[in-house]
């Protein structure tokens, strides 16, 4: 099953404060409230953080799970030989262009 990365440049910041602090830490309502409240709702909605009355609010095992995946997503490329992207133009930057290799196809009978 395939999951999408979700921390956003505002909710990756706020994750990481959670993570440097420690899976103790727990932060007040007052610390909360320092913080852009658009990533924190995302977080809360997605429950990456929650409350835990009488202590604060801390980094949930999904939160965890989101940070891990943003920081250890595979990027390489399974065949290192297809061309580049499309996007990229080799003729601009004066190089020859990688041209397919062309199948030759015997025909039926021919020696």
Known sequence: MTTAIVLSNRLFPLVQHFVNQGRT???TI????????RPFRSALIRQYVAFRPGK???LT????AA??????????????TMPLTRYFD??????KPNEK?????MKQGAA
């Not at 095992?61 to 965890?64: K, N």
């Not at 080799?90 to 190089?95: H, I, K, N, R, T």
Request: glycine content about 10%; charged content about 30%.
């Open 56 to 58: 604060g609010f801390y």
């Open 61 to 64: 095992e999904a939160g965890y």
């Open 90 to 95: 080799p003729v601009a930057y004066g190089l």
């Open 30 to 37: 007052g610390h909360a409230q320092e913080f852009d409240q």
């Open 67 to 80: 940070w891990d995946r943003f920081r250890h997503t595979d990027i390489h490329r399974a065949d290192t």
């Open 25 to 27: 830490y727990y932060m």
């Open 101 to 105: 290799k062309r199948l030759r196809v």
